[in-house]
């Protein structure tokens, strides 16, 4: 199971390299890379094991997080009171249109890689179509808004070397982004 030792952190170069696209069939290390990532989101977000384990809750992970630089990440949303709940691996994502309008958390975005508050509203596409494949090649699209939107635009960041604050202006973190709504 992945641990919080396994997860490279701000400044490790990996976290800046644009990772590769993976061939079909999957090696069985890259199946079980992706049911890792998966496994990590289940298990930070259950009290018992989080707390045994020492973890950090999380929603998504993203193989350069942990040293892969390959284009596969993971996602587990429970379900919110009224809202979709979304578990999926994704391999070799896209984003193949979104909307003009933006949205953002207004509590700031975090990662598991960075071991500090940085403060600052990150604009995301509200909505977004995005394309991907599942671990034994079957291609799929969904439609996504709210939290799943937003997450996942911040792991397809971390196959393209980009972190949440990147997208924060450290003079005015708070400023206005125009066509925006908030999430939350
Ligand atoms: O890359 C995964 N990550 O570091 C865990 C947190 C992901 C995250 C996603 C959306 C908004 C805030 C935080
Ligand atoms: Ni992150």
Redesign the pocket.
């Known amino acids: 199971m992945i641990l919080m030792k396994d997860i490279v952190r701000e400044g490790h170069p990996m976290l800046r390299k644009v990772a590769e696209e993976v061939t079909f069939p999957l090696s069985t290390e890259e199946k079980q890379l992706a049911h890792d990532l998966l496994e990590y989101l289940k298990n930070s977000q259950n009290d018992e094991v989080c707390l045994q384990y020492g973890l950090r809750p ?5 193989a350069p ?1 942990v040293a892969v630089s390959k284009r596969i990440f993971a996602l587990h949303i429970d379900e919110e009171e009224g809202k979709e709940p979304l578990s999926l691996i994704a391999i070799n994502p896209k984003i193949i249109s979104h909307s003009v309008e933006k949205t953002y ?1 207004s509590s700031g ?5 960075v071991d500090r508050d940085v403060d600052g509203y990150v604009p995301r596409y509200a909505r977004i179509t995005i394309k991907a494949f599942d671990e034994d090649g079957n291609e799929y699209k969904k439609r996504l808004k709210g939290l799943p939107a ?2 996942f635009q ?2 397809l960041d ?1 196959l393209n070397g980009i972190m ?1 604050f990147d997208h924060i202006d450290p003079k005015a973190p708070y400023k206005e982004i125009p066509n925006s709504t908030p999430y939350d």
Do not use: N, R
Request: a negative charge; proline letters at 0%; aromatic letters at 6%.
């Open positions: 999380g929603i998504g992970l993203a997080q958390l975005e975090g990662c598991l890689s937003i997450a911040h792991e971390h949440f």
